[in-house]
């Protein structure tokens, strides 16, 4: 384990010694993912304990763990193995055994409680033709190899179609002249959709017709054209990321209280969580 930082989150001299020892240790054969690359921004220390060190993740967290028991509930319905009747009971009987850990504050719980379950009551998926669901995928972007996991592949006429559901509140494109901080916010998560679009075109001969959004806690549904010029900004931006991972030596941390504490998978092994104790509320 890195040795606590100094006042100031500077390193310690044992923290620099272990930073320039593994710089330069990224497997060439490192398969990526949509999070990998993204992940790095976020925390390069985080990335560093998780995929240079390899610790294991630390117990499971509210919001994660959300997350992945709509995802199931919804695999379930779209695959047939849940009807929709059946999605409210399968919601409130499962719940607590599957959404576990700390929520920030008691209010933030029931908000998403609710609202989840106001989704499930009237759920209403645009696209009834599915293809396939959770849907593995592996593929290239020059000698790089990637992996990914598509949520639904539906198809609507001859055309396919690309849907991920998201917990988070995104916004419909404005439209306006000059993108909004929710414009590029949109634009940053569909990254990972033109990224799924490349196995789409090697598996099945056509790019999507559209990227799509199920922001099933806001009853937002998003859908975008897909646009070939995105793709290839796409494939610049994940080659540049990856090689701006495999010059990285510092692999500074960027503590934030919330993240430390309600995101970060990697909290256990880190000595710059100590600043943030939770002090939220729990379901």
């Known amino acids: 384990m890195l040795a606590p930082p100094l006042a100031g989150l500077r390193k310690t001299p044992f923290d620099t010694a272990v930073s320039e020892e593994l710089n330069g240790v990224v497997d060439p054969e490192t398969v990526w993912s ?30 994660s763990t959300f997350g992945t028991f709509i995802h199931e509930i919804l695999e379930k319905y779209l695959s047939g193995k849940l009807e929709k009747d059946e999605l409210v009971q399968y919601f409130l009987e499962n719940y607590d055994e599957n959404v576990v850990g700390e929520a920030p504050t008691e209010r933030i719980a029931n908000n998403f409680f609710e609202s989840a379950l106001s989704y499930l009551k009237s759920v209403d998926f645009p696209f009834k033709s599915i293809v396939a669901t959770e849907k593995k995928v592996n593929f290239k972007i ?26 988070h509140g995104l916004r419909h494109r404005s ?16 990254r990972q959709q033109y990224l799924y679009s490349i196995p789409i075109y090697d598996e099945y001969g056509q790019y999507p017709k559209t990227l799509n959004f199920n922001c099933y806690r806001h009853g937002r549904f998003i859908s975008e054209p897909f646009d070939y010029t995105r793709l290839e900004e796409t494939k610049d931006w994940a080659v540049a990321q990856i090689e701006k991972i495999r010059r990285e030596h510092d692999w500074d941390a960027n ?5 430390c504490n309600y995101i970060c998978d990697m909290r256990d092994h880190c000595p710059y969580r100590a600043q943030y104790k939770s002090r939220g509320g729990r379901r």
Do not use: M, N
Request: contains cysteine.
């Open 175 to 190: 439209g306006r002249r000059f993108q909004t901080a929710y414009d590029k916010e949109l634009d940053q998560y569909l």
């Open 142 to 167: 020059g000698d790089y190899k990637f992996v990914g996991y598509i949520d639904v592949l539906a198809t609507k006429g001859k055309r396919y179609h690309i849907v991920d559901h998201k917990s």
């Open 255 to 259: 503590p934030d209280a919330f993240k």
């Open 34 to 63: 949509y999070s990998r690359l993204t992940s790095f921004d976020d925390c390069k220390y985080r990335w560093f304990l998780q995929y240079v060190l390899k610790k294991k993740r630390g117990e499971p967290q509210f919001f």
